[in-house]
């Protein structure tokens, strides 16, 4: 459990190879602060950008241009919801004390454009468990609609639809393992990588994490999730696991990327 939202479980349930939650922050003030600091590293990627802003300054030599160089780091567009929502899933599993979930790469370093959408899976990662580790692939949808499910989990596009294509599509799950392998250059990452897909060769493809996050701003209802992990459970039996999670947050989608920026709505 994730200790800095001090989140409450409504509801819990599985199936076969599926299991669903759903989650609730009640203290707001927890949350702001989780998004404005936590998830707003993640967004901006400091981990790369404290060294690339720290070079850049370090190239200007006169005044006006580093009043230059300024300008150029602050030009960055507010984020919209959707990717806030993304980076926000990212730090959730993270921090979950439970398990250790490494996410190798940032994608937000591959967008070559302001606000530009990757393409293949939201998340790409590994589940460390004991001495068990698996490929995460996952998909993350951010909603306010009132419907319960949400249009975002239904049909072509939705969720689960998504999610079933990343554990049976070879294509797919072809892109993502040349894209994950590339990113784990490290000792520690290329020992998870190895680990995790030696497992998904010898299950021949089956033995993945696939988690599916919906983040909104309603009311809680266990309706939002369990038909689509039901769903999912009849056509991915184990050794496929899947965890659909839904989390009900305190403050409107709409204000996300403002709180990440450091204003108040």
Same mark, same amino acid.
């Given at each position: 459990?994730?200790?800095?939202?001090?989140?409450?479980?409504?509801?819990?349930?599985?199936?076969?190879?599926?299991?669903?939650?759903?989650?609730?922050?009640?203290?707001?003030?927890?949350?702001?602060?989780?998004?404005?600091?936590?998830?707003?590293?993640?967004?901006?990627?400091?981990?790369?950008?404290?060294?690339?802003?720290?070079?850049?300054?370090?190239?200007?030599?006169?005044?006006?241009?580093?009043?230059?160089?300024?300008?150029?780091?602050?030009?960055?567009? =507010?984020?919209?919801?959707?990717?806030?929502?993304? @980076? &926000?899933?990212?730090?959730?599993? *993270?921090?979950? #004390? /439970?398990? !250790?979930?490494?996410?190798?790469?940032?994608?937000?370093?591959?967008?070559?454009?302001?606000?530009?959408?990757?393409?293949?899976?939201?998340?790409?990662?590994?589940?460390?468990?004991?001495?068990?580790?698996?490929?995460?692939?996952?998909?993350?949808?951010?909603?306010?609609?009132?419907?319960?499910?949400?249009?975002?989990?239904?049909?072509?596009?939705?969720?689960?639809?998504?999610?079933?294509? =990343?554990?049976?599509?070879?294509?797919?799950?072809? @892109? &993502?393992?040349?894209?994950?392998? *590339?990113?784990? #250059? /490290?000792? !520690?990452?290329?020992?998870?990588?190895?680990?995790?897909?030696?497992?998904?060769?010898?299950?021949?493809?089956?033995?993945?994490?696939?988690?599916?996050?919906?983040?909104?701003?309603?009311?809680?209802?266990?309706?939002?999730?369990?038909?689509?992990?039901?769903?999912?459970?009849?056509?991915?039996?184990?050794?496929?696991?899947?965890?659909?999670?839904?989390?009900?947050?305190?403050?409107?989608? =709409?204000?996300?990327?403002?709180?990440?920026?450091?204003?108040?709505?």
């Amino acid at each position: 459990m994730i200790a800095a939202l001090s989140p409450e479980t409504r509801y819990s349930g599985s199936n076969d190879s599926a299991q669903w939650r759903g989650h609730v922050v009640i203290d707001e003030a927890r949350f702001r602060s989780y998004v404005a600091s936590r998830v707003k590293a993640r967004v901006e990627d400091d981990e790369a950008q404290d060294p690339f802003a720290a070079e850049l300054r370090g190239m200007a030599t006169t005044g006006m241009e580093t009043e230059w160089v300024e300008q150029l780091l602050r030009s960055v567009p =507010e984020e919209k919801s959707w990717a806030v929502g993304e @980076a &926000l899933a990212e730090c959730v599993l *993270a921090d979950d #004390e /439970s398990r !250790e979930i490494c996410w190798p790469w940032n994608s937000v370093r591959d967008r070559r454009t302001p606000r530009a959408s990757l393409p293949g899976a939201d998340l790409v990662g590994f589940c460390k468990e004991g001495d068990v580790v698996l490929l995460l692939f996952g998909e993350v949808k951010t909603s306010s609609d009132a419907s319960t499910p949400p249009n975002v989990m239904n049909g072509s596009g939705g969720m689960a639809w998504q999610l079933k294509d =990343e554990a049976t599509r070879l294509d797919i799950q072809h @892109a &993502l393992l040349k894209w994950l392998r *590339a990113r784990c #250059e /490290s000792p !520690e990452h290329r020992a998870l990588y190895q680990a995790a897909v030696t497992r998904y060769v010898q299950s021949l493809g089956r033995e993945i994490l696939l988690v599916g996050i919906l983040l909104r701003d309603t009311e809680p209802n266990e309706r939002d999730v369990i038909a689509r992990a039901n769903d999912l459970a009849k056509s991915l039996p184990s050794p496929t696991r899947i965890e659909i999670t839904a989390w009900y947050l305190p403050v409107p989608i =709409e204000d996300w990327a403002v709180l990440v920026h450091g204003g108040v709505p």
